[in-house]
């Protein structure tokens, strides 16, 4: 398979990179230490195009392909691996599923401005009883005249305090099971929502993740996407993409922490020698190397398979399984590189440890990556 990127992608790949640097990495560490949402960080994404890379400029996005939005979110998450998934969600999740699912009212009221940056989605399928079984909603929709009538409750949303609509699974049949499950646009300002706190998380810290209540939330029916019944359906292939977002947020964590091990074995000094001369070390960086290599390989095919519109569920999960595992294994081994230092917060790479391990558990746990890599191994 051939990865030479085009002149595009090289550009929005530097692009990303350009603002990262610039406009992210100067209050990362602060916003870890506060869990500080980046506000202002997101609206210029959202000016720049970022937060609706692969919608059609129909519908106010970019228009760009799955490979480019994968190199901008690794380059955003090599930097800040919390603004990488506020990213993900708005783009490989909500505006993904509008844009597939959505009626042309949905498009031209909600994707347009969630496209543009001009508003911020939030998918919401986990709650306290659904999490690796989402059949299990127990958050029900009732119609009611034009409307329906939500009661339930939403845990774990990916920015769920500051987005203005939620891509949101309840059901409308419980006695057909996951068949009874639709997926609604629910709008955060609808009376009956409660916000719940800000999780006090371990990693990625500054994005932002709450409980959702709905008490008798009053929803147009024009607000549901496609028809009663598909809810699931719409949230498993909404899933099988945005993993593809996930896995480069977790490339973007792994690459930042094999760099960071590289430049530092440089510097330090032991035994009258940088440490970067010693075998032990250089078998660590030899290590890193390899699986932010093979993670990369696995992430893109999965990223090229969807552009090419070649089956993608399998190449997905891979990517995902092994590029979370090379972020958690890359920032573990660059604590040890950076001996002391790695574990003071000074030196960024206990960060990338604590960023990373959520990788392993959304949109999927490793284990569930398995689940689906192996019942498409074995189809047919
Ligand atoms: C920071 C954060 C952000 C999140 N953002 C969102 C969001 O924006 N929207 C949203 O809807 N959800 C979100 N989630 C929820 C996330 O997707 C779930 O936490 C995840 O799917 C796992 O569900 P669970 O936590 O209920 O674990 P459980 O499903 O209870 O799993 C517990 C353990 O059992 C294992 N397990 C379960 N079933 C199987 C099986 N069949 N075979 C093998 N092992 C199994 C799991 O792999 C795991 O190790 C977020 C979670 C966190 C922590």
């Known amino acids: 398979m051939n990865f030479d990127l085009t002149e595009e992608q090289i550009a929005?790949?530097?692009a990303a990179r350009d603002f990262a640097e610039t406009e992210i990495a100067p209050t990362s560490v602060e916003r870890d230490l506060t869990s500080e949402f980046p506000t202002?960080?997101?609206?210029?994404?959202?000016?720049?195009?970022?937060?609706?890379?692969?919608?059609?400029?129909?519908?106010?996005?970019?228009?760009?392909?799955?490979?480019?939005?994968?190199?901008?979110?690794?380059?955003?998450?090599?930097?800040?691996?919390?603004v990488g998934v506020i990213m993900s969600v708005n783009n490989s999740l909500v505006c993904y599923g509008l844009e597939k699912w959505?009626?042309?009212?949905?498009?031209?009221?909600?994707?347009?401005?969630?496209?543009s940056g001009k508003m911020l989605g939030a998918f919401c399928l986990s709650e306290p009883e659904a999490g690796s079984d989402a059949t299990q909603q127990r958050t029900e929709a009732v119609p009611e005249g034009d409307h329906y009538i939500l009661n339930g409750m939403k845990n774990w949303i990916t920015n769920g305090t500051q987005a203005d609509v939620y891509f949101l699974q309840a059901m409308t049949d419980k006695s057909k099971g996951y068949k009874g499950i639709s997926t609604f646009i629910v709008e955060k300002n609808s009376p009956g929502i409660e916000v719940g706190k800000k999780e006090d998380k371990m990693g990625i810290r500054s994005s932002d993740t709450c409980t959702l209540g709905l008490n008798n939330v009053?929803?147009?029916?024009?607000?549901?996407?496609?028809?009663?019944?598909?809810?699931?359906?719409?949230?498993?292939?909404?899933?099988?993409?945005?993993?593809?977002?996930?896995?480069?947020?977790?490339?973007?964590?792994?690459?930042?922490?094999?760099?960071?091990?590289?430049?530092?074995?440089?510097?330090?000094?032991?035994?009258?020698?940088?440490?970067?001369?010693?075998?032990?070390?250089?078998?660590?960086?030899?290590?890193?190397?390899?699986?932010?290599?093979?993670?990369?390989l696995l992430v893109y095919r999965a990223a090229k398979n969807k552009d090419e519109g070649k089956p993608y569920i399998k190449e997905a999960s891979m990517g995902k399984l092994l590029a979370s595992k090379a972020a958690v294994d890359c920032s573990l081994e660059a604590i040890q590189v950076h001996g002391g230092y790695g574990y003071v917060r000074e030196y960024l790479v206990e960060r990338y440890m604590r960023d990373s391990k959520i990788t392993q558990i959304y949109e999927g746990t490793s284990e569930i990556q398995k689940l689906v890599i192996a019942r498409e191994l074995l189809k047919g």
Not at 237 to 245: A, D, E, F, P, V
Not at 267 to 293: P, Y
């Open 12 to 14: 929005i790949r530097d």
């Open 40 to 82: 202002e960080i997101v609206k210029k994404l959202g000016e720049l195009g970022f937060m609706g890379m692969m919608v059609s400029p129909e519908w106010s996005g970019a228009g760009m392909d799955t490979l480019s939005y994968v190199l901008a979110i690794e380059e955003i998450s090599k930097v800040d691996a919390s």
């Open 102 to 115: 959505g009626s042309e009212y949905l498009k031209e009221k909600y994707l347009k401005p969630l496209a």
């Open 218 to 296: 009053k929803v147009p029916k024009e607000n549901i996407l496609g028809e009663e019944g598909i809810g699931f359906k719409i949230a498993m292939s909404t899933l099988n993409g945005g993993r593809i977002g996930v896995a480069a947020q977790a490339l973007g964590i792994a690459r930042a922490s094999f760099e960071a091990s590289v430049k530092y074995s440089k510097q330090r000094k032991a035994f009258d020698s940088t440490i970067s001369n010693l075998q032990a070390i250089q078998f660590k960086l030899a290590d890193m190397a390899t699986s932010v290599e093979a993670a990369s």
